[in-house]
C-alpha cells in the first residue's frame, strides 16, 4: 500500500489530498494490468471514473480522429486520461499496460471535506469555529462520507458540522441510545465497536455491529419517532454527537444561489462578476478559465480581507461542490459570490 500511496502523491489532482486522505483512497483502489492489443479504457466501462495510465505505452484515439499515445509515469499521464478533452473513444495497449481508476464523486468529497477540515484548522485564536480535524478523521471517513446521512448533507455546510459535532468518550457496556427514547442527536461512531439490539419476544436480539465510520439514529430524528433499537459499545471509544436541531438545520438546503454557464460568462463579459476558481493550483494551471483568479478552498478565509465587497464573485470548481462550499463561506463573511452550477464538468465549452 506505500507503493500506491507514493504513486497517488505524484497524480493530479488526488496528491492534494491529506496523507490521511492519500491512505484511505488507496486502500479503495486496485490497479489492473492489462495484456498488448487490449482496450483497458474498454475494459474498464463505469461512468464517473477517473483513468490513470501507471505503467506501459497506452495509444488512444479521439472523438475528432486524431490519435495520441500516452506513456506511464511521466507528463500527461499524471492526469486522468481525457481530463481537459472527454475520454478516448478507444484505446490500445502498445506495451502491456497498468491502469487505476477512481471514482471522481468519492474523489471529490474527500477534496472537499480535506480542504474545508485545513481552513478550519487555520481559524484564528479565540475562535470557536471548527472542531479539531486531527481528531476526527477517523469517523468522517470514506465510508461514512458516501453512505447515510452525510453524503447528502449540502457541501456549503460541511464547515459548520465540524464545529457542532461533542466528540464523547465511551466505555465499554455504555449505552448511547435506548429502545423506546425520544430520538435527540445523531451518532457518529469514530473508534470502537457498537452493538444494536432489540427485545424481541422477551428474548435479546442482535441486529447489528456498527463501528468506525458507521453513523446511527437518524431515522428517529427525520421520522419524529422514538427510538427502535438500543445501541450499547461492546468496547471502549469514542462517539461523535450531533443535537437535532443542529442535524436538522445541517440537512436542509443551503440559502446559496448558483448561475448557469451561460449566465456566468455573461456577467463576467459584462464587467458585473469576476470568475473564482477554488480548485488546486494545479488544477487551475491545467484549465482554468480566462481572467480567473485561483484561490484554493483551503485558503479562502485568509483571501477574505483581500477580496472586492462591491464585486460579485462566481465561484467555480470541476463538479460544484467544492466552489458551493465556498461561495457560502464568502456569502457569511459579507461577499457577494455565487457559484457555477455543475462546474466545468458540465461542459468542454472553454471561456
Known amino acids: 500500500m506505500t507503493t500506491l500511496n507514493n504513486i497517488f502523491s505524484t497524480l493530479e489532482p488526488i496528491r492534494g489530498l491529506s496523507e490521511h486522505r492519500l491512505s484511505e483512497l488507496a486502500a479503495l483502489c ?12 474498454r475494459s474498464t466501462a463505469p461512468g464517473g471514473q477517473f483513468f490513470y ?10 472523438s475528432d480522429g486524431s490519435r495520441r499515445v500516452m506513456v506511464g509515469g511521466c507528463g500527461d499521464a499524471n492526469w486522468p486520461i481525457g481530463y481537459q478533452t472527454v475520454l478516448p473513444v478507444s484505446s490500445k495497449a502498445i506495451t502491456e499496460v497498468e491502469i487505476i481508476s477512481v471514482d471522481f464523486d468519492l474523489l471529490d ?29 477517523g469517523a468522517f471517513n470514506a465510508k461514512a ?15 459548520e458540522l465540524l464545529g457542532r459535532f461533542e466528540r464523547i468518550k465511551a466505555k465499554k457496556g455504555q449505552t448511547l441510545i435506548r429502545d423506546g427514547d425520544p430520538g435527540d442527536s445523531y451518532y457518529l461512531i469514530e ?6 439490539s432489540k ?13 468506525a465510520g458507521d453513523g446511527f439514529g437518524e431515522e428517529a430524528l427525520v421520522a419524529e419517532t422514538p427510538r427502535n433499537a438500543d445501541v450499547i459499545m461492546k468496547t471502549d471509544g469514542v462517539v461523535l454527537r450531533l443535537a437535532k436541531p443542529d442535524f436538522i438545520e445541517l440537512l436542509c438546503a443551503p440559502l446559496l444561489h448558483s448561475v448557469s454557464r451561460s449566465e456566468a460568462k455573461q456577467r463576467v463579459a459584462s464587467g458585473q462578476a469576476q470568475w473564482l476558481d477554488i480548485r488546486y493550483a494545479a488544477e487551475f494551471a491545467q484549465d482554468g478559465l480566462h481572467g ?14 483581500l477580496l472586492d465587497k462591491d464585486k460579485e464573485y462566481i465561484v467555480y470548481c470541476h463538479s460544484g461542490r467544492r466552489s458551493s462550499a465556498a461561495a457560502f463561506l464568502l456569502a457569511q463573511h459579507g461577499l457577494k459570490a455565487v457559484w ?10 472553454k471561456a
Do not use: Y
Open 292 to 305: 480567473a483568479i485561483n484561490i484554493p478552498l483551503n485558503e479562502i478565509r485568509n483571501a477574505f480581507d
Open 145 to 159: 462520507l458516501t453512505s447515510g446521512c452525510l453524503a447528502q448533507l449540502p457541501p456549503a455546510h460541511i464547515h
Open 109 to 137: 468529497i474527500m477534496m472537499t471535506w480535506d480542504e474545508l477540515a485545513s481552513a478550519a484548522k487555520q481559524k484564528p485564536a479565540g475562535t470557536s469555529e471548527g472542531a479539531d480535524w486531527s481528531t476526527m478523521t
Open 30 to 41: 486496485r490497479p489492473e494490468k492489462f495484456p498488448i492489443g487490449a482496450d483497458p479504457l
Open 340 to 349: 457555477l452550477r455543475d462546474g466545468l464538468a458540465a461542459t468542454a465549452e
Open 199 to 211: 427485545m424481541v419476544g422477551g428474548a435479546k436480539v442482535a441486529l447489528a455491529q456498527l463501528r
Open 191 to 196: 473508534s470502537g465497536r457498537c452493538e444494536v
Open 53 to 62: 495510465l501507471l505503467k506501459g505505452e497506452l495509444g488512444t484515439v479521439l
